[in-house]
């Protein structure tokens, strides 16, 4: 009996040591937007509220900390749909989140050439993340999460290819440990998305015989293959369409021609600008001549002289 | 006096001394019927019990051939002998040499007949008692099993299962119990499946019961299930005898009370909750598909409720943003917390239970009304209760249904979880369902592990518990409970 | 205590690797998963003079432990202070993974309590619930490697090639694996045929191992190296449903494998310390008590038991039982040519 009740009377004890919060009293924080100066201060946009919230600290939890004296509620990071950062400390803020066992992995990044803070500001409650959503379902940009960032800008190359938002111009960009070193134009960024990424469902606009037209892609899977060819290392990247052209007066062939060659295009454009431009490995070159046995003991930069592009493009209706 | 003292009072030739020993003994009781007559010149008395017998059968069986009888050399040993010999007045013709033997059958329905001269006392079996008949089972319901229950009756109950086992190896004891009561008892075992030494220890656990009286099942349930610590119950239930018959062929023992519908079937498994008679009547897919259900219910009906209030509380992120937005907007204005808010739904789901079981039928379904409408509907107007909360809540209550015989572990872990839950999250879940499993994996009586044929794992079981097999290739596994023993 | 099955044995052990395992903090690589495989080789070798040991007949540990009580007592000591280092473990994942517990000591008290409980149940209660937190384990393990599976890239994974590295791993990897010492206890316990259950445990404690790993490299990439608890952290990534971070969920597993294993250590804690002091009550609570400030004073001077642990498990696995084999195999060859003198004596006369 004195052990049933000892053991009771621990276990009431030990029922105060929990930190329950009510949901009524939690702010599922949405969206966050944060700029790294002298300090860090953060705009914090929650789920189902116009309101966004403003604090700055010391570090970026610091500052969403402060956020949430002015709500009342505590703010829970969990459900982070979409991080904005400005180009400084890029990787050092990845890293915290990360190693902060309270947010989503899968959390999509931003980066903005200008303040974050007023960039979450400027934008209504979903509008930012439905851009992002609605440019990557074109096919103009691919959605990166922290998580993918982070561990690409922890390879030897220390770049990471991200949406970058300038001004209202959402692209695709290349980011180191806390800059942006380019932005991609609009093919060029496209051009990313080929290399990167499966298309669904999207229209591209053909030129055929100088007739405008639009090719519908259906499905669309990527694949990058390394080999070796004398001294030079051959990459390839083979891209397989399901599709068809939505006109009916033009051929099937021709149209899978002209889709090819501007999918080419767009592809050379993207690499030009990021592995020859920027030396930066944002398709997993490296990986993937390193899982061949290729060029063992070369660093990065010393490979890419090396690289030879090629574009393997199959379309079937 | 107590029937020990009784046993030790012998019949005495002497009938007017043996008839003011009854009466004393009986205490002036008015269902005593003593009829002091002459057959032959002798004198005799026929004593019954007043309503436990037929008077019909009585009258017509025993009266008649009596006064009939005709003794060439009469005397109080010969006419006994001529009844005892050729006379076959009943089928179930027990003598009484003793008055604890003789009560007994008087009070079981025996008419008994005493001489003048004799020192023992003759008891014909011509019990009439009134009784309900054969009723359908009211807890164990089935679709396309028979229809058959036990009844209060222990003669009864035994032809029930005598009828679906006519193969002589199936032995039914019986053996009385309880100094006041004088109850019936069977225990009932197939000799050649039953464990050697499992009849032995239940007998021996029976026999260290010192009770006065035994009213039901539950008085014995203790005393052949000695580890009181446990959750969950060693010791099996039934009212129906086709589900008795198939435990006793698996090697089970049954044991049988005079005067309760149940069967207590030992030893028991977690598994036994989990299978109906309607599992063999389905086909085996389907019935595969409802087995799963039920172990997927039984895992709601306990911790739906206590993860619905860690998550809440404590683990949001494992839910998706739309869940959780709709919880967030149900919770946000109601006044209590939630943990308070879940306990307090199902403590009032069990008062209103309560209340509906133990009041007449005509206003238990009024209870219905009230609970589910009245207050239900009201509740969650009035924004004291969440209407994910309690959606969760009737969830959990539903699929407890499915596992009855469960009921009382269930209903208490689910409270227990829900405050674990609710103070130490998904951790305070885990570390009490660790404890549970602990304490689930302890019981087990006669040597019979309570959570076998899952841990210690028997993969030759398997056909019937993690499926079910077709009869096909279930008539060549000769299971027995046997196999089972650590 | 109860005699174990072969299948109990297996998941005794099995369950204690896959707690040790979830909750180690190295990072893992191709060099780790390769010393994984060679100490896990080797320690299923230095299993064979254990298996060989109890194989003679009339063997008992209990009556035969080299040193007699002072043996005893080493063991009890070991088990104790690994107890101490689950309970660190338990700190450690606390810190680092959401518990909602106000401080890792009263998340390693509530935990003590619930083991004390399990403790005072019948060892066969562990044994079996050993076999259904073992398959538990395998299911959590499913829905992560099936979660893992969309984002898993086989790139990430590097073969090793610097043997130095691979060894200092497998070095390692032996001084973290106190379940040997475990199996020369619990083999007192087990029945015929122990081999079966020894040989089950090593080859899925390889599999596990091996799959863990591999998971853990392709998963997490480079962001490997910034993870305290990378098993945590795969689970979180890998997020088999609609759900933003899946770690909650390996909780359950987690707390399981804890309980299991500090009740497995204060039982044969309890068990070795009743044979040293037969009278002594509480023998459960004392030894709990003193895994509990063990493992307090370690987490307070941030001391790292590694080598000292790795020490005891050379000698209570390798050196003791070793010594006892010979010991037996000298004395049965001596109780042999003594019985056949004797044999040749009664022939003679």
């Keep these: ?317 | 006096m107590k029937p020990t003292q009784l046993k030790n009072l012998t019949v005495i030739p002497d009938l007017s001394e043996n008839l003011s020993k009854i009466r004393d003994i009986a205490g002036g009781s008015s269902d005593l019927l003593i009829n002091e007559i002459e057959i032959c010149g002798i004198k005799v008395a026929l004593m019954c019990c007043e309503g436990m017998l037929s008077t019909s059968t009585i009258t017509e069986l025993i009266l008649h051939p009596l006064m009939n009888i005709k003794l060439e050399n009469p005397s109080p040993a010969a006419l006994l002998t001529h009844i005892e010999t050729r006379m076959l007045l009943s089928v179930d013709r027990p003598v009484a040499y003793n008055y604890e033997d003789f009560f007994r059958l008087l009070n079981s329905g025996f008419a008994m007949l005493a001489a003048d001269g004799q020192d023992r006392i003759l008891a014909f079996g011509v019990q009439g008692y009134d009784k309900k008949g054969i009723d359908e089972p009211s807890g164990e319901n089935n679709i396309t099993g028979s229809h058959d229950g036990f009844m209060e009756v222990i003669r009864s109950n035994m032809s029930l299962i005598r009828r679906r086992m006519k193969s002589p190896v199936l032995v039914q004891k019986l053996f009385v119990m309880g100094d006041k009561s004088q109850t019936d008892m069977c225990i009932c075992y197939m000799s050649d499946r039953v464990p050697s030494s499992l009849v032995e220890k239940i007998m021996d656990s029976i026999e260290k019961m010192d009770l006065e009286s035994v009213l039901s099942t539950g008085y014995v349930q203790p005393f052949i299930e000695p580890d009181k610590k446990r959750l969950f119950s060693s010791v099996g239930r039934t009212e129906r005898p086709d589900v008795l018959c198939s435990k006793l062929i698996e090697g089970r023992v049954a044991i049988l009370v005079d005067g309760n519908p149940f069967a207590l079937i030992i030893p028991k498994l977690w598994t036994d909750d989990f299978q109906t008679v309607d599992d063999y009547n389905f086909k085996p897919y389907f019935a595969t598909f409802i087995r799963w259900l039920k172990y997927g219910a039984f895992l709601i009906s306990i911790l739906l409720p206590s993860l619905y209030v860690a998550i809440a509380m404590h683990h949001p992120e494992l839910l998706n943003s739309t869940l959780l937005l709709i919880l967030a907007e149900s919770e946000q204005n109601a006044p209590f917390s939630i943990i308070a808010e879940t306990v307090g739904v199902l403590l009032m789901y069990e008062i209103i239970k309560e209340a509906g079981l133990r009041l007449p039928k005509a206003v238990g379904g009024a209870v219905s009304i009230v609970g589910g409408l009245i207050i239900g509907d009201a509740a969650v107007t009035s924004g004291l209760i969440s209407t994910p909360l309690l959606t969760v809540a009737a969830l959990s209550v539903v699929s407890g249904f499915v596992v009855p015989d469960l009921s009382q572990a269930i209903t208490v872990l689910r409270i227990v979880f829900i405050i674990c839950g609710g103070i130490w999250g998904i951790f305070g879940i885990s570390l009490f369902g660790a404890a549970v499993l602990f304490n689930m994996c302890a019981t087990g009586d006669y040597g019979f592990p309570y959570t076998a044929p899952i841990s210690p794992f028997k993969a030759k079981t398997m056909g019937d518990i993690a499926v079910r097999e077709g009869f096909r290739k279930m008539q060549n596994n000769d299971f027995t409970v046997e196999e089972l023993h650590e | 205590m109860n005699k174990i099955s072969n299948a109990q044995l297996f998941s005794v052990l099995f369950s204690v690797k896959a707690f040790s395992l979830i909750c180690s903090g190295v990072t893992a690589d191709a060099s780790q998963m390769a010393g994984a495989a060679i100490s896990i080789a080797l320690q299923f070798l230095l299993a064979i003079p254990m298996i060989m040991l109890y194989r003679h007949s009339g063997f008992s540990l209990k009556k035969e432990m080299l040193f007699g009580k002072f043996g005893k007592l080493l063991y009890a000591l070991f088990f104790i202070i690994w107890g101490a280092v689950s309970f660190n473990r338990l700190w450690g994942v606390s810190k680092s993974v959401y518990f909602p517990v106000d401080s890792s000591l009263a998340c390693s008290v509530i935990l003590a309590a619930v083991c004390l409980y399990c403790a005072s149940m019948k060892f066969s209660a562990l044994s079996r619930s050993s076999l259904i937190i073992s398959g538990i384990f395998i299911f959590t393990a499913a829905i992560l490697i099936l979660g893992a599976y969309s984002k898993a890239d086989l790139a990430n994974y590097i073969p090793a090639t610097d043997f130095g590295s691979i060894i200092h791993n497998a070095v390692r990897n032996f001084c973290s694996s106190g379940e040997l010492v475990m199996l020369f206890i619990l083999l007192e316990f087990s029945s015929a045929d122990r081999h079966r259950g020894v040989t089950a445990f090593f080859v899925g404690s390889l599999i596990l191992t091996e799959l863990v790993y591999i998971i853990e490299i392709t998963v997490l990439g480079k962001i490997i190296n910034l993870t305290d608890f990378p098993f945590f952290t795969a689970g979180a990534f890998s997020q088999p449903f609609s759900i933003q971070r899946a770690d909650s969920l390996y909780m359950i597993s987690f707390t399981l494998l804890c309980v299991l294993t500090v009740t497995l250590q204060l039982v044969l804690t309890s068990v070795l310390v009743k044979e040293i002091v037969p009278d002594l009550k509480y023998n459960t609570l004392l030894s709990v008590i003193l895994m509990l400030g063990l493992s307090a004073l370690l987490n307070s001077t941030g001391a790292d038991l590694s080598p000292v642990m790795g020490v005891l498990i050379i000698m209570l696995s390798v050196v003791i039982p070793v010594i006892m084999l010979i010991r037996r195999i000298y004395n049965d060859k001596k109780t042999g040519a003594d019985s056949s003198n004797a044999s040749a004596l009664r022939v003679q006369s």
């Excluded at chain 1, 979450?120 to 096919?139: A, C, N, Q, T, W």
Aim: hydrophobic residues 40%; glycine residues 6%; aromatic residues 4%.
């Design chain 1, 1 to 317: 009996m004195i052990k049933k009740l000892a053991l009771t009377a621990v276990m009431l004890l030990l029922c105060g040591c929990s930190h329950k919060t009510e949901v009524r009293d939690k702010g599922f924080v949405r969206t966050i937007g944060c700029d790294s100066g002298e300090m860090q201060s953060v705009a914090v946009r929650l789920y189902g509220q116009e309101e966004v919230l403003s604090g700055s600290g010391d570090t970026i939890f610091s500052a969403v900390e402060n956020a949430e004296t002015a709500q009342g509620k505590t703010l829970f990071t969990g459900h982070l749909e979409l991080l904005v950062l400005n180009p400084a400390e890029i990787k050092d803020k990845l890293s915290v989140m990360i190693k902060n066992n309270r947010i989503s992995p899968s959390c999509s990044l931003i980066i903005t050439t200008g303040s974050a803070a007023d960039t979450v500001k400027s934008y209504e409650e979903e509008e930012l993340s439905d851009i992002l959503d609605s440019s990557s379902r074109k096919g103009k940009i691919v959605t990166r999460n922290i998580s993918a960032v982070l561990n690409d800008l922890l390879e030897d190359d220390s770049m990471a290819a991200v949406p970058v938002l300038d001004g209202k111009n959402l692209t695709m960009g290349v980011v180191g440990y806390d800059s942006v070193i380019g932005v991609l134009s609009e093919e060029e960024s496209e051009g990313l998305s080929w290399l990167t990424a499966s298309q669904h469902d999207i229209y591209l606009p053909i030129n055929v015989n100088g007739k405008a037209a639009s090719f519908h892609v259906r499905k669309s899977s990527t694949r990058l293959t390394a080999e070796a060819d004398g001294d030079k290392i051959k990459i390839t990247t083979e891209i397989k369409i399901n599709g068809s052209c939505i006109e009916e007066n033009i051929s099937e062939t021709e149209s899978s021609k002209a889709a090819a060659e501007k999918i080419s295009v767009l592809c050379s454009k993207a690499i030009s600008k990021t592995v020859t431009g920027m030396n930066a490995d944002v398709l997993g070159i490296e990986k993937c001549i390193r899982s061949e046995n290729i060029a063992s003991g070369q660093s990065w930069k010393e490979i890419i002289p090396e690289l030879e592009f090629y574009y393997s493009i199959k379309i079937a209706s």
